[in-house]
C-alpha cells in the first residue's frame, strides 16, 4: 500500500464518500459503468421508466389501472376501487411490503436501492445520462465546472437544466396522475390556469422539489437522507449477499508491472472501481453505508481483469462468510423466519383481497332513541344505515328483516339506490309485533339484498319496552 492509501484505510469512515475533511460537499464525478450488470439494470431501469410513465394510462373496465388518491382516500389498485373502509387490506398490504424490503435486505442487501429504487433509477437512468450527454464524460463536466462562465459553458448548462426541468415537470405531472387519475390532469392542464391556483403551485413545487433532487441533492439522498439507507447496519449480518470486495484474492494490493511475476493480490490498485461509484467509495474498504448496490463496480472491475486476464468476480455479489471462509450462501434461521411470515401476510393479503365486499353495509340504532309503541301493538326503533358502493354502477337496494318478522320503513325514501363509488345514508323504522318482543334488548339480523340476491347480513339490537 502507498502512504496515501495506508493514510485512506485509516481515515474513510471518519466522513461519507461526498463530503470533505473541511465538511463541504463533494462532487462525486463518476465514469459511466459499462457491462453485463449495468446492462441487466438498464433493461430492468427501461421496463420500469417505461411502466412509471405508461402507467396512468392504463385503463380496465374504464377504471385506472392504479390510482393513490391519497386527497379524497380512494385508492384503485389492479382496477379495483379500494374505500378507507378496505383500510385492513391496505395495513396488511404496508406491513407485507416492509417484511419483503426487510427480508431483501436481510438476504440481498440493499438490492432494493440499486435495481428498484426511484431514486436510483431516475438518476442513474435518466438524469446522469443526460449529463453525459450534454457536458461530456466526468473530467469534461469538471473541467466545466471549474473553468469560467463563457458562452459554451452557459450554452451547455442553459440546455442540462433545461432538460432536469423538463423530466422533473414529467415525473411531477405523472405522479400527479396517479394521484387525480389522468382523465383529471388532462381537464386541468386544458382549463384555464386560475381554476386550478392551488394544484398548480402543487405541481411548481413538486417540479422544483425533483429538480433540485437530481441537479444537485443527487447521492445525498442515499448516503445521508433515505431512512432506509440508515436502517440496513440492523439487518445485515454475515451471510448477507452484497457487493463485496474479495480481499482473500485482491490483497496485498500492487501495481500491475507488465511481463514482471506478480506477488501481489489480483488488485492492481487502479481505482477503476471507485471511477465508476455514483456514492464515491471504495469498495476496497469494505461494506459501507453509502454502497448503493448499483453493481458499476463489479463491471468495472470485471473489465480490469478481463484485460489482465486474471479471474472475473474480485468484486462480486457475495456474503461476508463467503469471502472469508469460501463457504457458498446460507439461508439462515433469520431469513427462514421472515420468510414464512412474508408467505402468512402475502397469503392474508390475498384472501381479503378475494372475499372483499364490493357493497359494504353499517346499520345501528340512533343514538339516544329509546322504542316506540306503535298502534296495532307496534314497536318501533329508529335505525340508519351506511352503504357504500365500490362498483362503478348504480345498485338498487333492499332491506329484509332476516330472523324475526318485522317491517322495514324507510324514511323519506322509497327505494334505496346507490350511486356509482359513493356513500349512501340512510334511516329507517323497524317495527316488530310487541308478542314478539322478549326481551329488552332482542338480537336481530338485517339482509341487504341486490336485485333480490342476498349480498351481506347484518347483526344488531332491537330494543323493546322492560318486561
Ligand atoms: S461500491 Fe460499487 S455497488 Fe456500491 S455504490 Fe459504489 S459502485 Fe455501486
Ligand atoms: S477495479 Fe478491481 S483491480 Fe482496480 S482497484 Fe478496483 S478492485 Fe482493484
Redesign the pocket.
Known amino acids: 500500500m502507498t502512504d496515501e492509501e495506508l493514510l485512506h484505510a485509516e481515515t474513510f469512515r471518519d466522513r461519507v464518500s461526498n463530503v470533505t475533511e473541511k465538511g463541504h460537499r463533494k462532487w462525486i464525478y ?1 465514469l459511466q ?1 459499462k457491462g453485463k450488470w449495468t446492462n441487466y439494470r438498464k433493461y430492468l431501469a427501461y421496463f420500469y421508466l417505461l411502466t412509471f410513465f405508461a402507467m396512468p394510462f392504463v385503463k380496465v373496465n374504464d377504471l385506472p389501472f392504479m390510482m393513490i388518491n391519497i386527497l379524497e382516500g380512494k385508492f384503485i389498485l389492479f382496477s379495483k376501487i379500494f374505500w378507507p373502509q378496505d383500510f385492513f387490506i391496505f395495513a396488511i398490504a404496508m406491513i407485507t411490503f416492509i417484511v419483503f424490503i426487510v427480508l431483501f435486505t436481510v438476504v440481498f442487501g ?1 438490492l432494493f436501492c ?1 435495481w428498484v429504487c426511484p431514486q436510483t433509477i431516475f438518476m442513474e437512468f435518466i438524469f446522469r445520462p443526460i449529463e453525459w450527454m450534454v457536458e461530456g464524460s466526468p473530467s469534461q463536466q469538471k473541467k466545466i465546472n471549474e473553468g469560467p462562465w463563457n458562452a459554451v459553458k452557459i450554452l451547455k448548462k442553459t440546455f442540462k437544466h433545461f432538460l432536469f426541468l423538463l423530466f422533473s415537470f414529467a415525473i411531477a405531472h405523472t405522479f400527479l396522475a396517479y394521484i387525480l387519475g389522468i382523465d383529471e390532469v388532462v381537464t386541468i392542464i386544458k382549463e384555464p390556469l386560475e381554476d386550478h391556483v392551488g394544484l398548480m403551485f402543487g405541481l411548481i413545487i413538486f417540479t422544483l422539489l425533483f429538480y433540485a433532487v437530481y441537479a444537485y441533492v443527487r447521492d445525498i439522498v442515499c448516503t445521508t437522507i433515505c431512512p432506509y439507507g440508515r436502517l440496513q447496519s440492523v439487518m445485515f449480518d454475515k451471510d448477507t449477499m452484497q ?1 463485496s470486495y474479495d480481499y482473500n484474492r485482491g490483497e496485498p494490493r500492487g501495481k500491475f508491472k507488465k511481463g514482471a511475476e506478480r506477488k501481489e493480490g489480483d488488485c492492481i490498485s487502479c481505482l477503476k ?1 471507485v471511477q ?8 476496497r474498504d469494505g461494506i ?1 453505508m ?9 463491471d ?1 472491475c470485471n473489465d480490469v481483469m478481463e484485460s489482465l486476464k486474471f479471474e472475473k468476480g474480485l ?1 462480486r455479489y457475495a456474503s461476508e462468510n463467503e469471502i472469508t471462509t469460501g463457504k457458498k450462501f446460507h439461508f439462515n434461521t433469520r431469513m427462514k423466519a421472515y420468510t414464512v411470515l412474508l408467505g402468512i401476510l402475502l397469503i392474508t393479503m390475498v384472501a381479503m383481497i378475494a372475499t372483499r365486499k364490493t357493497v359494504d353495509t353499517f346499520i345501528s340504532r340512533v343514538k339516544g332513541q329509546l322504542y316506540q309503541e306503535m298502534p296495532g301493538e307496534q314497536i318501533s326503533n329508529l335505525f340508519e344505515a351506511k352503504i357504500i358502493n365500490k362498483t362503478r354502477e348504480e345498485i338498487p337496494v333492499t332491506l329484509q328483516l332476516e330472523n324475526i318478522k318485522g317491517t322495514v320503513k324507510l324514511i323519506g325514501n322509497q327505494n334505496i339506490i346507490l350511486k356509482k363509488e359513493s356513500i349512501g345514508e340512510f334511516t329507517f323504522f323497524l317495527e316488530i309485533s310487541a308478542n314478539d318482543i322478549k326481551a329488552r334488548s332482542t338480537p336481530i339480523k338485517i339482509g341487504v339484498y341486490r336485485n333480490g340476491e342476498k349480498i351481506q347480513t347484518i347483526k344488531t339490537k332491537f330494543l323493546g319496552p322492560f318486561l
Open positions: 463518476a459503468p440493499r440499486g457487493i472501481c465508476v461509484c455514483p456514492t464515491g467509495i471504495d469498495i459501507q453509502e454502497c448503493i448496490g448499483c453493481t458499476a463496480c463489479i468495472a468484486i
